[in-house]
């Protein structure tokens, strides 16, 4: 698996990298997903996040994170592949800014906040989502385990 990193804001801890890569490896072993992957993850500001989600959702303000999967998982579907022959599952673009504030409101570490984004995303990446209250709940259970795995619980 490749995760490729780029921090396009100050203040991000580079210890945080690792937990990014340690969340995306824990996501795809939870799923069962065994293909050799490359996903991408930045870490950008608010004045960038809502500039992304204006032009990709139509929604003209920041969020915390945004997810770009590049597989459907129709069957049949042929997937893109790196010059490694890893599949390309997806971007994951997080706003700094809204995780410190999210962990600050919440009452946890930016490590917690972090990780729990990062997780949040690798389901999108890997086919869920949350439209639906009981896709949702199934959506919630599956990061709080990924996290619990990692033993980065709920502080």
Known sequence: MTVLIDIRTEGFPKALEQ???TIAADSLQYEGFSENCE???SIV?????QAINKQFRAIDR????LSFPLLTFAEGEIPDKNEKGEILLGDIII???????QAEEYGHSLKREIAFLTAHSMLHLLGYDHMEETEEKEMFRRQ???LEKARI???
């Open 95 to 101: 706003s700094l800014e809204r995780a410190k504030e």
């Open 153 to 155: 619980p709920r502080e």
């Open 62 to 65: 920041p969020t915390d994170v």
């Open 144 to 146: 709080k385990e990924i």
């Open 19 to 21: 937990v990014m890569e």
């Open 45 to 49: 500001d608010n004045e960038e996040m």
């Open 39 to 41: 996903i991408s993850i």
